[in-house]
Nanobody, 126 residues
Framework: VQLQASGGGLVQAGDSLRLSCAAS????????VAWFRQAPGKEREFVAG????????SYGEPAKGRFTLSRDRAKNTVFLQMNNLKPEDTATYFC????????????????????WGQGTLVTVSS
């Protein structure tokens, strides 16, 4: 499985960004995909996840009310729309894939994902 994340950049507080994760290498009719982020010196943090079929949508605390996860099933691509960005959102954002149809609450565990993209850096200035 290959995951290509893109869309990061340098923005100001209050701005928006849309991250993309294009997946290839298997049939994505099952399993799940998620976004995690990691800031320098901090642990990897769950942002949002869903099953590839569209169910099981789940958000981590930093994302609730500001971020929206969606997918283009035909293109095996997921999008993370991030609005009202804050300096504390500065991190490298990774997308990850698992072939298991976990329940939504399990998607926040990074160890459940076997494939990871290279990450895309988001920097939010104040």
């Amino acid at each position: 499985v290959q995951l290509q994340a893109s869309g990061g950049g340098l923005v100001q507080a209050g701005d928006s960004l849309r991250l993309s994760c294009a997946a290839s290498g298997r049939t994505f009719s099952s399993g799940a995909v998620a976004w995690f982020r990691q800031a320098p010196g901090k642990e990897r943090e769950f942002v949002a996840g869903m099953r590839w079929q569209g169910s099981g949508l789940s958000y981590g605390e930093p994302a609730k009310g500001r971020f929206t996860l969606s997918r283009d099933r035909a293109k095996n691509t997921v999008f993370l729309q991030m609005n009202n960005l804050k300096p504390e959102d500065t991190a490298t954002y990774f997308c990850a894939d698992t072939t298991t149809n976990y329940i939504s609450s399990a998607l926040r565990d990074a160890f459940r994902f076997s494939s990871w993209g290279q990450g895309t850096l988001v920097t939010v200035s104040s």
